[in-house]
């Protein structure tokens, strides 16, 4: 199946993980995903990927309208993301899905996954070196009262007498996409369509967030299933008593019923 939904980033918070620590967590509202397109090795694509749409808007173009309305969907989608389907047989899994079908949170993800979240990082607009890769800056005394934050020198000699591409230099930071590996999932809430991430996710509040499922967190233990009380068990038992009686009772009613019906068309 597809292990990677789309969703938006909420809020940060704090919750307990499966060990009772108490860690920073995002809240990322993940509504009903709708499969738009399948994509096959036979056709003019040559590979296997499935495109999930998410999220709507009041104004789209005409030709998302188009690719939304040939997959039997009438909402106006906002974002199309394609999920590679990387199984033995992945052929299998594309006849099953169906475009336009929906896909829900809980046929995904669970309690303990460990998942990888990506998003744009916040624009930090132009920034230095020391801020933008973390240089310490220059000595702060024998006379250097200016160059403080300066680079220092860029050039590597009169040979080769350029820089180098991909120096560390002043600009433009953030607004980048952001992979963070093995995240925990702590929290699932199926009827608000809410995730709840252990850690920091890039991207800013109500900002697209893509969720890839890795495996199972290393060493998570379920927690136990809550037993009974013994109040609970005893209403449990006296409830299907009577439902057991109720059963005895019906079918007399029922055969008595039947025969004065017959006793009346006889006579």
């Given at each position: ?127 230095g070196g020391v801020r ?116 005895l009772e019906k079918p ?16």
């Amino acid at each position: 199946m597809i292990n990677s939904l789309l969703g938006t980033k909420k809020r940060m918070t704090s919750t307990y993980d499966s060990r009772g620590r108490r860690v920073g967590a995002t809240v990322v509202e993940m509504q009903p995903n709708f499969i738009t397109q399948i994509k096959t090795t036979g056709s003019k694509d040559g590979y296997n990927a499935v495109q999930i749409g998410y999220g709507t808007k009041k104004s789209v173009k005409k030709p998302q309208l188009g690719h939304t309305k040939k997959a039997g969907l009438d909402t106006k989608i906002r974002w199309f993301k394609e999920v590679r389907i990387i199984e033995q047989n992945p052929s299998i899994t594309l006849g099953i899905l169906r475009p336009g079908t929906g896909i829900k949170l809980d046929q995904v993800f669970s309690i303990g996954d460990a998942v990888k979240v990506t998003g744009i990082s916040k624009g930090k607009g132009f920034q230095g070196g020391v801020r933008r890769h973390g240089f310490h800056g220059g000595p702060k005394t024998h006379g250097q009262s200016d160059r403080h934050r300066a680079p220092g020198a860029i050039g590597s000699g009169t040979t080769p007498g350029r820089v180098y591409k991909g120096k560390k230099m002043a600009g433009h930071m953030g607004d980048v996409s952001v992979s963070v590996k093995n995240l925990e999932i702590v929290d699932l809430d199926k009827s608000k369509n809410l995730l709840v991430v252990k850690g920091a996710v890039p991207g800013a509040s109500n900002s697209l967030v893509i969720i890839t499922k890795l495996g199972t967190v290393k060493g998570y233990t379920p927690p136990p299933e809550e037993k009974l009380s013994e109040e609970d068990i005893q209403k449990d038992s006296e409830n299907s008593e009577k439902q057991k009686a109720g059963d005895l009772e019906k079918p007399e009613s029922q055969t008595s019923g039947t025969t004065e019906v017959k006793e009346d068309a006889q006579g």
